[in-house]
């Protein structure tokens, strides 16, 4: 799993996006998740991380890899750190960046991370 900049996080949905922008809220609600908080919930990484964390922990590191990428001017790090908070309190291993300088935008984080970025994804689907 690779997060880049994620969001939303929060698990009621009214994090950053909710106060800075509600009609992009709205419009994330309604297209992503046909307006229906239940359907949020249950596909929220918070959730998604709880139902599987007994799984990804018996399973070898090889075969599960979790990386987790946001700018530390991103308006979403917030949520993203306690996203951190929670996966670390599960026991899940997994690689964080904060990556200086840059704001939500997924283009800054990947010119920063540069083949950092593709030796993941090779590590994942085995490439060598």
Same mark, same amino acid.
């Given at each position: ?9 929060? %698990? +009621? !949905?009214?994090? #950053? ?5 509600? $009609? ?48 530390? %001017? +991103? !308006?979403?790090? #917030? ?5 951190? $908070? ?43």
């Amino acid at each position: 799993m690779s997060m880049l900049g994620a969001g939303p996080l929060d %698990l +009621d !949905f009214n994090g #950053p996006r909710a106060t800075g922008n509600p $009609a992009e809220r709205a419009q994330i609600l309604r297209d992503v998740y046909s307006d229906d908080m239940s359907y949020y919930i249950a596909q929220n990484p918070f959730t998604v991380a709880e139902q599987y964390a007994a799984t990804i922990r018996g399973t070898p590191r090889a075969l599960t890899r979790f990386r987790q990428v946001v700018g530390s %001017l +991103d !308006f979403t790090l #917030p949520a993203n750190e306690e996203f951190r $908070a929670h996966i670390s309190r599960l026991a899940i291993v997994q690689a964080y960046f904060l990556v200086p300088n840059v704001e939500h935008n997924v283009m800054g984080l990947f010119e920063v991370l540069g083949d950092r970025n593709w030796a993941f994804y090779r590590a994942v689907f085995g490439a060598r």
